[in-house]
């Protein structure tokens, strides 16, 4: 199994944020129930069950301090410019246009609404 199975972004504004990701991604998110009634309102992203998890990396990274937002989600992409070319329109900013990270494909840096730094990856 990878090592990380769940991930969590933190919002301010649930239906921004929620537009956000639903624009960018071109998913319909869903709400997930409170079953332990912690007063937690989350909504979800399309998911396969039988493929659960992702993996992840240690980085560090000039201008990216520790704590705060040291954290960085990738989501995997067909190719990140097309995620990329709608992230303005949603709300959020191009922090770094897609790039080559060597034999490990490309990325985009890509800030949502609510100040959070995301990933974007694709083999092309």
């Known amino acids: 199994?990878?090592?990380?199975?769940?991930?969590?972004?933190?919002?301010?504004d649930m239906e921004r944020?929620?537009?956000?990701y639903e624009a960018v991604f071109e998913v319909t998110l869903e709400?997930?129930?409170?079953?332990?009634?912690?007063?937690i309102v989350m909504w979800g992203f399309p998911s396969s069950m039988d493929?659960?998890?992702?993996?992840?990396?240690?980085?560090?990274?000039e201008g990216v301090r520790a704590g705060g937002n040291s954290t960085m989600v990738y989501f995997a992409c067909e190719d990140c410019a097309t995620e990329?070319?709608?992230?303005?329109?949603?709300?959020g900013s191009v922090e770094?246009?897609?790039?080559?990270?060597?034999?490990?494909?490309?990325?985009?840096?890509?800030?949502?609404?609510?100040?959070n730094m995301i990933g974007l990856h694709s083999m092309s």
């Open 51 to 61: 493929r659960y998890g992702a993996t992840g990396a240690l980085a560090k990274m």
């Open 17 to 20: 944020a929620k537009a956000f």
């Open 31 to 39: 709400q997930i129930d409170d079953p332990a009634n912690v007063g």
């Open 1 to 12: 199994m990878n090592p990380v199975g769940w991930f969590e972004i933190y919002v301010d």
């Open 84 to 91: 990329e070319s709608r992230v303005v329109d949603a709300g």
């Open 96 to 115: 770094h246009s897609k790039f080559s990270i060597g034999k490990y494909g490309c990325i985009s840096i890509v800030s949502d609404t609510e100040g």
